[in-house]
C-alpha cells in the first residue's frame, strides 16, 4: 500500500517507511516457515514464506528504484542472494536437496517459481544470469500443469486452484513481458491450459456455490482475477470479463497484470467455444460429477458428486462423498477446510481430524472404520449414465475400507430432472458374516427428526 501511495503522489513521503519495512524482513532470522526448516536451511531455501518475500519486496525495490538509498538496493540484492538465489542454485549444483518442489505437482511449483523467478528477473543486473531463471522456471513448471488432471480437474480444491493459478499466472506474465511475447507459457500445452481454466466454471453447482473439496474453504469462489485472465486469454467470454479492479493492493504484480496491458491480451484461443453445459459438468479423471436441474424449473437444484482416489493433493478421505444445495442453501455438504497446526500434514492427519477423515463426510462408516488414505482406495465407475432427465453415476468403493469381511460396497447416485428435482443415494453392500454398516448426512442447515426412520 506504501509503494502504491509513493508511486502515485511521488513526493517521498513514504519512502523510509518503506526502507524501513525492508530492513525488518531483511533482519528477520529466517524468511523460511518455522515447519519447513531445519539447521542447514533455516538461514536460506526458497519455500513459500522466501517466495512471497522476494517477490513483494523486489517488486517495492523496482518501482521505488533510485528513490531508495543506493546502501538499501545493496542490501537487498545481498538479501535475496543469500535467502533464496543462492540456495536455489545450491540445489542444482548438488550443495543441497532442499527444494522438492522443483519436481512437485501442487500449487509449492507454482509459488515457489513464481517468487522467485519474479523477483531475480525483476532485480539482478546481469541479463545472462536473470536468463538462467527464466531457464529454470520455463523447464520446472511444466511439473504444476502435469499435477491438474487431463480433463483439467484440480485435486486440489478451488481455493488452491486460486492460490496455484494465481502465481502461474504472474509467472506466466512476467516471462511473457521479459521476452517480448516470445516465451508463452499457455503455448506450450494450450488445450490442457483451456480445460484448466473450465474448470471452475464447470465447478459452479448451481447460484454461484461450489464444492468444497480437499482442503478448500466453505463458500470458496473463483478468483475474479484470475478467471479475468484466463477468460481474455481464451476466449471464454465470462461474465469475469466485465469485472473491474479497485483498490486491490495485496500484491503488486497482481494488479498490474489486471490494469495495464498484458498477456492476456493475446488471445490463444480465437474460437470462443466454452459453452458450459446447464445440466452437468463431468470430470472422468477426477471422478467427480456435478448435476444441475433445468434452468426452466420451478425449484432450482444441484450437487457435486465425488468419486476419484484417497492419494489427491490436499486429500481429503471422501469417496462417495456429494454436497446438495437447494436454492442458494447448501443441504447437505462437505465440511472443507480446517485451520492448519502441525499435525495437519503429518502421520495424524486423520485421526487427529476427524473432517479431513471420511467420519466427517456424508460417507458410510463400516465396521466402524473409517476409509483409508492412499491410492489403492479409488472408486471404479460402473456407469456414467447421462440423459436429459435422469443422470446415474455408480461406483465401486470397497477398496476404500479396510474390512476383511467386507464383499461388496457400491454406491449410485440418480439425479432426477423433474418439477421438484430428486437426488437419490444407494449404498449396496455384502458381508462375509455380520457386520456394522452405518451411514452419515453432513449438514449446517437447520434440522429436524420427522419420524423413527
Not at 536455489?88 to 505437482?105: A, I, P, Y
Not at 484466463?230 to 479497485?246: H, I, P, V, W
Not at 435422469?390 to 479396510?402: L, R, T, V
Request: hydrophobic fraction near 35%; aromatic fraction near 12%; include cysteine.
Amino acid at each position: 500500500i506504501l509503494v502504491w501511495a509513493e508511486c502515485l503522489e511521488n513526493k517521498g513521503r513514504f519512502t523510509s517507511t518503506v526502507e524501513g519495512a525492508l530492513y525488518d524482513i531483511m533482519k528477520q532470522k529466517s524468511w523460511v516457515n518455522p515447519k519447513h526448516y531445519y539447521e542447514h536451511n533455516y538461514q536460506g531455501w526458497v519455500e513459500l514464506a522466501t517466495a512471497l518475500n522476494c517477490i513483494h519486496m523486489a517488486q517495492a525495490g523496482y518501482l521505488l528504484d533510485d528513490k531508495l538509498k543506493p546502501s538499501t538496493r545493496t542490501d537487498l540484492l545481498q538479501a535475496f542472494y543469500s535467502r533464496a538465489f543462492n540456495p536455489l542454485m545450491g540445489t542444482f549444483s548438488g550443495k543441497n536437496k532442499d527444494h522438492w518442489w522443483l519436481t512437485g505437482t501442487s500449487n509449492w511449483n507454482a509459488a515457489c517459481l513464481d517468487g522467485v523467478t519474479c523477483a531475480a528477473l525483476t532485480i539482478i543486473p546481469d541479463k545472462m544470469e536473470r536468463a538462467i531463471y527464466a531457464t529454470i522456471a520455463e523447464r520446472y513448471i511444466r511439473n504444476f500443469v502435469a499435477g491438474f488432471l487431463n480433463d483439467g480437474y484440480c485435486t486440489e480444491g478451488l481455493s488452491y486452484y486460486n492460490f496455484g493459478m494465481m502465481h502461474y499466472i504472474a509467472l506466466r506474465e512476467k516471462l511473457w513481458q521479459d521476452t517480448q511475447g516470445k516465451l508463452d507459457l499457455f503455448k506450450e500445452e494450450p488445450e490442457k491450459i483451456y480445460k484448466i481454466a473450465c474448470f471452475p466454471p464447470n465447478m459452479e453447482i448451481i447460484n454461484g456455490i461450489y464444492p468444497a473439496i480437499a482442503d478448500c474453504k466453505t463458500g470458496s469462489l473463483p478468483s475474479k482475477g484470475i478467471m479475468h485472465y484466463l477468460s481474455k486469454s481464451m476466449g471464454l467470454k465470462l461474465e469475469a470479463d466485465n469485472y473491474r479492479f479497485e483498490g486491490i493492493t495485496h500484491n503488486l504484480g497482481d494488479c498490474i497484470i489486471n490494469v495495464f496491458p498484458s498477456g492476456a491480451d493475446v488471445n490463444i484461443r480465437k474460437d470462443a467455444s466454452y459453452q458450459r453445459d446447464p445440466l452437468r459438468s463431468y470430470f472422468p479423471d477426477g471422478g467427480l460429477l456435478v448435476v444441475r436441474s433445468k434452468p426452466e424449473a420451478e425449484i432450482q437444484m444441484g450437487a457435486a458428486l465425488k468419486g476419484g482416489n484417497n492419494n489427491e493433493h490436499h486429500n481429503h478421505n471422501d469417496i462417495g462423498s456429494y454436497t446438495l444445495v437447494l436454492g442458494k442453501e447448501r443441504m447437505i455438504e462437505d465440511p472443507g477446510l480446517i485451520p492448519y497446526d502441525s499435525r495437519t500434514f503429518g502421520p495424524e492427519r486423520y485421526t487427529a481430524f476427524k473432517t479431513l477423515a471420511s467420519y466427517g463426510h456424508p460417507v458410510p462408516l463400516i465396521s466402524g472404520k473409517d476409509q483409508r488414505d492412499g491410492k489403492e482406495a479409488q472408486a471404479k465407475v460402473s456407469q456414467a449414465d447421462f440423459k436429459s432427465n435422469k443422470d446415474i453415476f455408480s461406483f465401486d468403493f470397497s477398496s476404500a475400507y479396510p474390512v476383511s469381511s467386507l464383499t461388496k460396497l457400491t454406491r449410485e447416485f440418480v439425479f432426477e430432472r423433474k418439477k421438484s428435482p430428486v437426488l437419490s443415494v444407494k449404498d449396496v453392500f455384502a458381508f462375509r458374516s455380520p457386520d456394522l454398516f452405518e451411514t452419515a448426512i453432513t449438514t449446517r442447515a437447520q434440522w429436524q427428526r420427522t419420524g423413527a426412520n
